[in-house]
């Protein structure tokens, strides 16, 4: 999907740390772009290396990424999307497009409330 992205400029990609492998970031070094994976350092060393991490747009991808992670969990626990009940892409679909607004207009209350 990222050789379809077009333009010179160099791009990011963010992803999860099951992504931090010496393939993956190489693959994505060698089409221009900047790899923004999660770290993984458990047991064992990250393919991300310091000239990724020291930049200030490392550090804003990984908030941003947390915030969409952050939606996905309430799906999952609070808007019942982990095992869902219901049969048909249509009304599977309604379900998440309903938990999805749900969790914006929860979202919105409490960036109202902290202003």
């Not at 963010?14 to 790899?35: I, Q």
């Not at 609070?78 to 999805?100: E, P, Q, S």
């Amino acid at each position: 999907m990222i050789r379809g992205v077009s333009g010179s400029n160099r791009i990011t990609l963010g992803a999860d740390k099951a992504y931090d492998t010496k393939d993956f970031v190489e693959a994505l070094r060698a089409l221009n772009v900047t790899p923004h994976v999660a770290q993984n350092t458990t047991r064992r060393r990250s393919a991300i290396d310091r000239r990724t991490v020291r930049h200030p747009g490392y550090t804003v991808s990984q908030r941003r990424r947390k915030l969409i992670e952050e939606s996905f969990g309430w799906g999952k626990t609070i808007g019942r999307l982990r095992k869902v009940h219901f049969r048909g892409l249509d009304l599977v679909g309604d379900i998440v497009r309903w938990t999805a607004a749900a969790y914006n207009l929860i979202r919105i209350r409490n960036l109202r409330a902290a202003t």
